[in-house]
């Protein structure tokens, strides 16, 4: 009996961790699959809700702060249906992220913000109810090489290393300066499998803020995948 007390409480510990940190977090520490620096490629999406400071101001601190986790409960089914890893929270963004071999397949980081936003639009109704305001959105995806490793003692985590992450946030800001909602770097673009070339628009070669060497970005549209 209390063998399996035990048992059931060490499942229950490995449940709430995984919330916590993240189902696919918890494997590769458990695994040990970044106790040593490794070098990967990989998909980076930042996902911005515009308008959240004044929103901030308008309707106080703590209705801000359930308006953010709503959007944030709202964007987890369609990031664990296409296999996305959340990062991090930073503020009112969510940072996700796929190893270039799963974001490839299918296009999956177009495919999950557009499903996000899908998502949030069929909620639009109960959050301008409940606060006023539907969420809407700003994001930009990038990939490129960066190193990932565990790191931390008292709490451990999986940490990126790269350009990559920089440029992402770089690009996430460019959608206020070109005043688009979704854009993609080039470098990604071309990494995806499964979409038409012409389901976006090119925007050409772009100075981004912060970067001596220009980006080449392409507006993100629903794609059409190929079936």
Request: hydrophobic share 50%.
């Given at each position: 009996?209390?063998?399996?007390?035990?048992?059931?409480?060490?499942?229950?510990?490995?449940?709430?961790?995984?919330?916590?940190?993240?189902?696919?977090?918890?494997?590769?520490?458990?695994?040990?699959?970044?106790?040593?620096?490794?070098?990967?490629?990989?998909?980076?999406?930042?996902?911005?809700?515009?308008?959240?400071?004044?929103?901030?101001?308008?309707?106080?601190?703590?209705?801000?702060?359930?308006?953010?986790?709503?959007?944030?409960?709202?964007?987890?089914e369609p990031i664990d249906d296409y296999r996305g890893e959340i990062y991090q929270y930073v503020g009112d963004e969510i940072v996700i992220t796929w190893t270039a071999s799963e974001g490839r397949q299918d296009a999956r980081p177009l495919a999950c913000f557009f499903e996000i936003e899908q998502?949030?639009?069929?909620?639009?109704?109960?959050f301008d109810c409940d606060f006023g305001v539907a969420p809407r959105l700003r994001a930009a995806l990038h990939a490129g090489p960066v190193i990932?490793?565990?790191?931390?003692?008292?709490?451990?985590?999986i940490v990126f290393h790269g350009d990559v992450m920089n440029t992402t946030a770089r690009v996430e800001g460019a959608t206020r300066d070109l005043e688009r909602q979704f854009l993609v770097s080039a470098d990604a673009f071309q990494r995806l499998d499964g979409v038409e070339a012409s389901a976006l628009e090119d925007l050409g070669l772009r100075q981004l803020r912060g970067r001596a060497e220009p980006v080449r970005m392409v507006l993100g549209r629903r794609p059409r995948v190929n079936t």
């Open positions: 009996m209390m063998i399996l007390a035990l048992f059931v409480l060490a499942c229950i510990l490995l449940i709430q961790l995984s919330r916590l940190i993240g189902e696919r977090t918890l494997r590769d520490i458990m695994l040990g699959r970044y106790h040593r620096p490794r070098a990967e490629e990989r998909f980076f999406l930042f996902v911005d809700i515009a308008g959240s400071t004044p929103l901030a101001e308008r309707i106080g601190p703590a209705a801000a702060h359930r308006f953010l986790g709503r959007v944030f409960h709202v964007a987890s998502a949030l639009t069929r909620a639009a109704q109960e990932t490793e565990e790191n931390g003692e008292s709490r451990r985590a």
